[in-house]
């Protein structure tokens, strides 16, 4: 699905069948998942931010808090003009509902696609992929409450928990990462991927990899936390 979004539609008729299904199956209809529930029960009595590449709202749906989310890549829930001709981003679930309802062939009728409110152009889906990217109002806001949360720990434990973190987009969340571990010496890092879960020599015991399912891995972190509890 996610190889199915850089299709070059023939339509935008097309196009908006495509990503309107794409969205209600993957951000819109699903309920919280089991995982993601797991790691709020890990977390809820504590102090926590998640940083997030991931455009689902799974996080939300789980019981984490707005704002202490930083989706740092767009919402599958919005759209914005594909020109990023202004900074608003648009709500476009019950949209994206009705397309679903009224698509044919995997089209959806042209009277349904919609328009930049200001240019008139094409509008696109909220979704990190070229230099058009907004960062409207929300986005900023989430980024602040992030500096905050560093700002307000600064010098304290904290535990980098990095779920799934590979080479696609690095300079979100891995590398960073690995650089708040070099200025805080208070800092330990758990990154947990099947493949790619080494951690830098240089990081000593402070940072620990390990490769494995996630679900496992969790479910391993959740008992050691309860028999210390």
Known sequence: MYSAG??????????WGYWSR?????????EGLPLYKTLYNLVKEKPYFVLTTNVDHQ???????????????????????????????????????QMNQAARDCCVPGCMVPKCPVCGGKMEMHLRCDGYFVEGEAWN????????????????KVVLLELG?????PVIIRLPFEKLMR???????????????????SLGERAVGINADIVKSIADIQLAVGKEQ
């Open 6 to 15: 850089f299709y070059p539609y023939p339509t935008e008729e097309a196009k």
């Open 22 to 30: 794409h969205a209600y199956v993957n951000g819109i209809e699903p």
């Open 59 to 97: 996080f939300q749906k789980s019981g984490f808090a707005e704002h202490c989310i930083f989706a740092t890549q767009g919402d599958y829930g919005e759209i914005q003009c594909k020109r990023g001709c202004h900074d608003t981003v648009y709500d476009a679930v019950s949209m994206f509902r």
């Open 141 to 156: 806001r989430a980024a602040e409450y992030y500096r905050d949360f560093l700002r307000e720990n600064r010098n304290k």
């Open 165 to 169: 973190v590979g080479f696609n987009t």
């Open 183 to 201: 200025e805080q010496r208070n800092y330990s890092l758990v990154r947990l991927n099947l493949n790619e879960a080494f951690v830098p020599e």
